[in-house]
């Protein structure tokens, strides 16, 4: 996590739930609960303090938050998830902020590296373009302009694939056609030394 950054933030009530939610669904085996709320006596008691920063580096590529002005096309991502039938699956997403929150697993503080993400709405019907105007194809995959609800919003670092460049794309000339986001991939840089 890189600088701009802001220490000891309290968790609203609305993303207090977001946390729970995250780390039942990450330690599947374990219990989480919000302090002062309901839960048996053994759940483990979430921190109620963050600490949010504007820049994440990830390998030797740095993406920002949304609402910085410098790079505005590093918040845009693409995240992969494994499902439990072994599948994987990307989804285009724009990083409101990253953030650290520690969690308190057998007796030890355990630092956890999250992003919070609006998701870009998936269309029912996945389309495919190709440009063959360069020596690489470029694929587009389109998604409606609408952020899905708050529902996973909050995911680890580490499932951040890429970035993408964002462009508005309507597939007919007429006033009321749907307009769509193009997700123009950037692939990975990687140093090797």
């Known amino acids: 996590m890189l600088k701009p950054f802001s220490e000891d933030i309290l968790l609203l009530p609305e993303m207090l739930d977001l946390m729970v939610n995250y780390y039942n669904d990450t330690y599947e085996t374990l219990e989480f609960r919000k302090p002062f ?4 006596e053994d759940a483990i008691i979430i921190q109620v303090k963050l600490n949010k920063y504007g820049r994440c580096r990830i390998g030797s590529e740095i993406f ?3 609402y910085s002005s410098r790079h505005l096309k590093d918040a845009n991502i693409m995240a992969k998830f494994v499902t439990k039938d072994g ?3 990307c989804y285009p997403g724009k990083v409101q902020y990253f953030f650290t929150h520690k969690v308190n697993l057998d007796n030890e503080l355990v630092k956890h ?7 870009y709405k ?13 020596s690489k194809p470029v694929t587009l995959s389109c998604g409606i302009l609408n952020s899905i609800p708050l529902a996973d919003c909050i995911i680890s670092v580490h499932h951040i694939l890429c970035q993408f460049v964002p462009a508005k794309y309507k597939i007919s000339e007429y006033q009321n056609a749907k307009e769509y986001l193009a997700v123009n991939l950037i692939n990975r840089k990687y140093n090797i030394h």
């Not at 709320?37 to 048996?40: A, D, M, P, Y």
């Not at 029912?124 to 105007?133: A, D, E, H, P, Y």
């Open 37 to 40: 709320g309901e839960g048996s």
């Open 64 to 66: 920002e938050l949304a």
């Open 87 to 89: 599948t994987v699956n």
């Open 113 to 119: 590296y999250l992003a919070y993400i609006r998701w």
């Open 122 to 134: 998936p269309t029912k019907t996945n389309i495919i373009l190709v440009s063959t105007m360069r």
